[in-house]
């Protein structure tokens, strides 16, 4: 069976909110919603094929558009590869020209609709910033408290308290200030024992590599309306992250760097073909920050994850 390629967009207007369309019933995955677009034709650019689609569906005319996310998926009748882009410059008013039902939504309302499965990583990949701020391990309590703070007034959208050394009941007095400091500004990812989930509600969940060794056979730990991450570093940890129904990963090192000066790194080479057989929106981490974002993109990654490259006080 052949892959049927198709170029989608992630449209994302001034105020923010995303624009997704309603398939219509006589089409295949009928009356669910989805990301505007349409097939790949043989020896066609995929900007090309992205913005004939969005003129021929909406009448836009793209002025900017990036790559976001390439998911792979079998359904049992049809096999597709949907080549996703973030489109947030066009001109024109978009309409449903094909008489589609159109809707404008923020990103926290997309897991309210129904979407195709393929779309589900296409969903994560909208919702997550391309910044993801991880803590320093070896600041005190007031000194961490304080950075975040100060990251997310600088607009970080997504935190990971770190843990570096193992799980104390100190950690877990840090986390309950930090989610107060995230409530409603930034999504805080914690570390821990999954014995830990229930205390912190909002909060969502990063998988350590061992962890995610013990636990993926079991599958997600909690519902999907809940983040859940994991740190990976080769391709069988990236299956396992798969396997288990991570929303989304950490693939390092990239280069060298301070904290695990002992790891080899990947190299951008190797991220990209890590990232090619991967259907999850990744953050490559070690040796990157805000400069590699556009490299991290044009790779294939949804951003880029650090340490001291976000930390305000570095």
């Given at each position: 069976m052949k892959r049927v390629h198709v170029a989608a967009a992630v449209i994302r207007g001034t105020d923010g909110r995303i624009l997704i369309a309603r398939r219509a019933d006589s089409q295949?995955?009928?009356?669910?919603?989805?990301?505007?677009?349409?097939?790949?034709?043989?020896?066609?650019?995929?900007e090309i094929a992205l913005a004939r689609e969005l003129h021929e569906e909406l009448g836009i005319v793209v002025t900017r558009a990036r790559p976001l996310i390439k998911v792979r998926h079998d359904y049992p009748d049809k096999q597709v590869l949907l080549d996703v882009w973030e489109v947030d410059g066009f001109t024109g008013e978009p309409h449903g020209a094909e008489g589609q039902p159109l809707a404008w939504v923020s990103p926290r309302e997309l897991p309210q609709y129904d979407f195709p499965e393929a779309n589900q990583p296409i969903v994560a990949a909208a919702r997550l910033p391309g910044h993801y701020l991880i803590t320093p391990g070896e600041l005190e309590a007031p000194q961490l408290l304080r950075g975040i703070q100060k990251a997310i007034a600088g607009g970080i959208k997504l935190v990971q308290l770190r843990?570096?050394?193992?799980?104390?009941?100190?950690?877990?007095?840090?986390?309950?200030?930090?989610?107060g400091l995230c409530a409603g500004k930034a999504q805080l990812m914690l570390k821990g024992p999954l014995e830990w989930l229930g205390d912190f509600p909002a909060a969502g969940w990063h998988l350590t590599a061992?962890?995610?060794?013990?636990?993926?056979?079991?599958g997600r730990?909690?519902?999907?309306?809940r983040w859940l991450?994991?740190?990976?570093?080769?391709?069988?940890?990236?299956?396992?992250?798969?396997?288990?129904?991570?929303?989304?990963?950490?693939?390092s090192p990239v280069q060298a760097t301070q904290t695990h000066p002992e790891a080899v790194p990947l190299g951008w080479e190797q991220v990209s073909e890590l990232i090619e057989g991967f259907n999850r929106p990744v953050y490559v981490?070690?040796?990157?920050?805000?400069?590699?974002?556009?490299?991290?993109?044009?790779?294939?990654?949804?951003?880029?994850a650090g340490i001291r490259a976000f930390w305000p006080e570095a």
């Open positions: 295949h995955q009928g009356g669910l919603w989805e990301f505007p677009g349409g097939k790949v034709e043989a020896g066609e650019a995929v843990a570096p050394n193992g799980y104390d009941p100190k950690y877990r007095d840090v986390a309950v200030d930090a989610v061992e962890q995610l060794r013990k636990y993926a056979p079991k730990p909690f519902p999907r309306e991450a994991a740190s990976c570093h080769n391709a069988e940890e990236l299956a396992l992250a798969e396997q288990m129904g991570v929303d989304f990963v950490t693939l981490l070690g040796g990157v920050g805000p400069a590699d974002c556009e490299r991290a993109w044009q790779f294939g990654a949804q951003g880029v």
